[in-house]
C-alpha cells in the first residue's frame, strides 16, 4: 500500500526556520517525482515545486523560488520541504504528493504549519 | 504569467448535470496540459477525481467525467449527488516540469 506520511503540526515564531518531512513507503522512492502543496487557510490548493528523488532534479513554482527548499533523502524514503525565515503569511496546511503522469495520485495527510508571534 | 481560470462559483440541481471548466490566461488548453480535477474533502487532503483529461481515478464514480470543451478543460458531473457540493480544482501542466492550480470553484447543490 502506498503512503505518504507527513511530519506532525508544527507551531513557529517569525523568522525561524523550519524542515518538516514526508516519508513514503509501498513503492520505489525513486520511480515517482514527489512535489508539495499549500493550502491557505480558506483558499484552494497552490503548487509548490517538485523534485525526482532519483537524482534531485527540482523545479519550483516562481511563487515559492527562492522562499522555500525542496529536497529528498533516498536513504530513507523521504522529501522535505524547509524555510530559513518563516513569515506570518506562511501559515497553512502543506501537503506533500506523488506525481504520476503529471497529476497527483497519492496525498500526505497535511502538515499544518502556524507562524505567529 | 499564465494563470489557469475557474469559474468561481456554479450551481445546480440534484440529479441535474453540471460542466466546470479550466481555461487559461493565454493559450487553449489542450490535453499537452494533463488536465486533472480535485475535489476538497474537509478536514482532509484533496481528493483526485479526474488525470490525464479524461480517465477516472480509482473509485472515483461514473457520474463524473472529464474532458476538452472548445479551448478549455472541463468537468462534468451527471446526476448530481448532495455531496457533491465542494470546491473542484483542476491542476494543469504548463511545461518545464511546472504545473499550475486554478483557484477552484465551489459548487452548490440545491
Known amino acids: 500500500e502506498v503512503q505518504l506520511v507527513q511530519s506532525g503540526a508544527e507551531v513557529k515564531k517569525p523568522g525561524e526556520s523550519l524542515k518538516i518531512s514526508c516519508k513514503t513507503s509501498g513503492y520505489s522512492f525513486t520511480t515517482y517525482w514527489i512535489g508539495w502543496v499549500r493550502q491557505l487557510p480558506g483558499k484552494g490548493p497552490e503548487w509548490m515545486g517538485i523534485?525526482?528523488?532519483?537524482?534531485?532534479?527540482?523545479r519550483y513554482s516562481p511563487s515559492f523560488k527562492g522562499q522555500v527548499t525542496i529536497s529528498a533523502d533516498k536513504s530513507i524514503s523521504t522529501a522535505f520541504l524547509q524555510w530559513t525565515s518563516l513569515k506570518p503569511s506562511d501559515t497553512a496546511i502543506y501537503y506533500c504528493?506523488?506525481?504520476?503522469?503529471?497529476?497527483?495520485?497519492?496525498w500526505g495527510q497535511g502538515t499544518q504549519v502556524t507562524v505567529s508571534s | 504569467q499564465t494563470v489557469v481560470t475557474q469559474e468561481s462559483s456554479f450551481s445546480v440541481s440534484p440529479g441535474g448535470t453540471v460542466t466546470l471548466t479550466c481555461g487559461l490566461t493565454?493559450?487553449?488548453?489542450?490535453?499537452?496540459?494533463?488536465p486533472s480535477w480535485y475535489q476538497r474533502t474537509p478536514g482532509q487532503a484533496p481528493r483526485t477525481l479526474i488525470y490525464?483529461?479524461?480517465t477516472r481515478f480509482s473509485g472515483v464514480p461514473d457520474r463524473f467525467s472529464g474532458s476538452i470543451l472548445g479551448n478549455k478543460a472541463a468537468l462534468t458531473i451527471t446526476g448530481a449527488q448532495a455531496d457533491d457540493e465542494s470546491d473542484y480544482f483542476c491542476?494543469?501542466?504548463?511545461?518545464?516540469?511546472?504545473?499550475?492550480f486554478g483557484g477552484g470553484t465551489k459548487l452548490t447543490v440545491l
Open positions: 491542476l494543469l501542466y504548463l511545461g518545464h516540469g511546472i504545473s499550475v
Open positions: 490525464s483529461t479524461n
Open positions: 504528493v506523488r506525481e504520476r503522469l503529471r497529476h497527483f495520485d497519492y
Open positions: 493565454s493559450g487553449s488548453v489542450s490535453t499537452s496540459h494533463y
Open positions: 523534485i525526482d528523488p532519483d537524482d534531485s532534479d527540482i
